[in-house]
């Protein structure tokens, strides 16, 4: 980005026409956020506060920050004298994805003790798992500079034209091969591919042993690859022999011809897969997501240039030392971590949970079960601290609010989750008010609470460089501030170059012990789950373009472009339940309910609502969003969440009295 400075103020926030990705564009929706409620000081948070209300009245005092600092610590002394830290909750996520911002917080919740909240358990974590089982990691990803070497690209359960602008309007569209699409929504992308297969959700596994029947009979499979590379393809191959194409369209939708002309233009190869995050939020979204990444492995589509899987890209291929970051060696007796479906229960038991903190994450908005969490953190003695740049639902919630500064407003380092480059985040200018970065604010609370490691003093610009120096890159922070972004990488660089695989057998394992231990399936099977019975329907809530997660969703103009909360359905649902476009209908769970407009569309895919996430509830006209309905079950693996496998029944909306 290119940021334009004024007498120390900041005029406007653009894309760079120079760097490689954006060419000179932001995405639209972080364009007029970045130039709207970011750089307004009225809607920022300012200074630290203090309740003085009742829990969740959102009414605050201004405190200093020694004040506010100073009472935190003496009631956290308190509780490690007592119950013990494992009783303070560390929840944190996807607020700022720099890697101070985003880490360097974990050096004092280390020292601390503290319960880590499993961030991924809201968002990836049944794929991570899933890929290790398969590879031994989930981290690496295909380099995105390797699509002009790809006869084909698999796009599966990711929808770009919202999560990744760039890589839908450039990357996929510049890319020569045919581009193929797997989602039950025709979303932007799926419409600009060249084919785009609409299964039910929750049936990917199904559809892709029917992948695997097509490239068993057409003699797609790559039998020297599968014997050098694998363990396990005898297990597997019996069990593709009923997964017919017809079978496949009975089980999934996809019609026969459509699923034998992706799974053969896949096969040919070098073919991309890039494995979304959409599809293994589903009930059985490991196993899915395990099916699915198997076909590179049957296809010897890893290790040459055009091929390979990307899920999310991790900072490894960045050479980030992660454990320099966080300063994991000061954690000694690690609690067992919680995850996010968990969380409303544990908060409401002070044998559990004594303090949380929130910081980078938006529970309140973003996590499932709002009502419940909501009643658990309204817990008198709880002790809530919540960080954050807005009054969020969750800081309305908190007994302390604490200002966090932008990432316009402190130096760090950014590390895309999807191109192998490293990029500065300069800072641009002050934070409004008495704002302070994550880090800088976890050294002073470190401080209050006496202790003396000096990891927990490090200045920024001391990790920044300790960062940079130990990646080998031979990079400083003065270089990159001036290029901004840097490819790291001369060539694309190839993924599994040395089909080397950090699993036991150091072979990819379509068949896994690791899996048995952990209760999972030797191999992935050909699963899909039944249609929704008694007339509801499949609600699915991924991004829309208009919010990035629940972030911004404040911005006047960004609230304007989102409306209010719209259900998406296809227009025979609609009529069935007596509605039209533009009623209100009310969506029902046995978690909560929702009101939310109609909108008709005959490429919607009959049995299922679309509803995306992002509102903020206090901004709605019943304090509700689309989390409000989701009971947070867990899906199969590491129980991480199953957010489009929710249920619910759609009926015109009846005022309650
Ligand atoms: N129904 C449904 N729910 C979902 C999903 C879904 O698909 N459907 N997706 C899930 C996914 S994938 C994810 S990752 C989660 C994301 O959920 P969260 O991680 O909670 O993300 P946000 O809701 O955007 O909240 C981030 C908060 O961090 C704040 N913030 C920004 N920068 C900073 C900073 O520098 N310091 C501090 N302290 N705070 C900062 C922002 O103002 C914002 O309030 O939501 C999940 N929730
Ligand atoms: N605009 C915007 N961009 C974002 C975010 C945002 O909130 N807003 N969030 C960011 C975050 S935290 C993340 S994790 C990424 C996620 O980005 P993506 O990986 O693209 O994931 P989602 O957008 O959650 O969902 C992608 C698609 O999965 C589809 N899907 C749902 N269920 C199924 C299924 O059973 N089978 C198949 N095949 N597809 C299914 C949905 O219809 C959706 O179109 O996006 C990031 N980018
Ligand atoms: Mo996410």
Known sequence: MLVAVRDGEIR???????????????????????NGVLRDSEARLTQPLRRVGPKGSGRFEPVSWDEALGEIAARLGGIVAGPGP???????????????????????????????????????????????????????????????????????????????????????????????????????????????????PGSDAALAFAFAHVLRRDGLVDRDFVAAHTSGFDELEPLLEPCTPEWGEETTGVPAALIERAAQAYGAGPSLLWLGQGFQRQPRG??????????????????????????????GSRRIDDAYLAAGHLLTDAPPSVSQMDLADVLTDPTRAQAIFCWNINIAASNPRLGDLRRALERDDLLTVVIDLFQTDTADLADYVLPASSFLESDDLVCSYFHHTLSAQVKAAEPPGEGLPNSEIFRRLAACMGYVEPELYERDRDVIDGLL??????????DLKRSGTVRLYPEPRLQFADLAFATPSGRIEIASEVAVAAGQPRVAEPWHDELPARGRLRLLSPASPWALNSSFANDPRIARKLGPPTVTLHPDDASARGLADG???????????????VV????????????????????TADNANVNTLNPGDAADMARSTAVHGVEVTVAPFVERP
């Open 286 to 315: 490991g196993n899915a997501l395990r099916a699915v990444a198997t076909l590179p492995a049957l296809t010897g589509n890893l290790g040459r240039p055009g091929s390979g899987w990307a899920y999310v890209t991790g900072s």
């Open 86 to 200: 494992a009783t303070i909750l560390n929840t944190h996520y996807t607020g700022t994805c720099a890697l101070l911002g985003m880490t360097f917080p974990q050096r004092f919740f280390n020292r601390l003790g503290a319960t880590e909240v499993d961030p991924d358990t809201i968002c990836n974590k049944a794929g991570y798992e899933a890929l290790s089982y398969l590879y031994g990691e989930s981290d690496e990803g295909f380099d995105p500079e390797t699509a002009n070497a790809a006869h084909c690209i698999l796009v599966w359960g990711a929808n770009p034209s919202a999560s990744a602008p760039h890589q839908h309007e450039h990357w996929l569209a510049d890319a020569p091969g045919t581009v193929v699409v797997v989602d039950p929504i025709r979303t932007p992308t799926a419409a600009a591919a060249d084919l785009h297969l609409q299964p039910f």
């Open 469 to 478: 120096q130990r990646t080998g890159f031979g990079i400083g922070w003065d």
């Open 12 to 34: 406007h926030v653009r894309g760079d026409p120079d760097h490689h990705v954006s060419r000179g564009k932001l995405c639209t929706k972080c364009s007029i956020a970045y």
């Open 600 to 619: 008709t569309d005959p490429l919607s895919l009959r049995g299922v609502a679309y509803c995306p996430k992002g509102h903020w509830p206090k901004l």
């Open 583 to 597: 009623d209100r209908a009310a969506l029902e769970t046995p978690t909560g309910r929702l009101c939310a407009r």
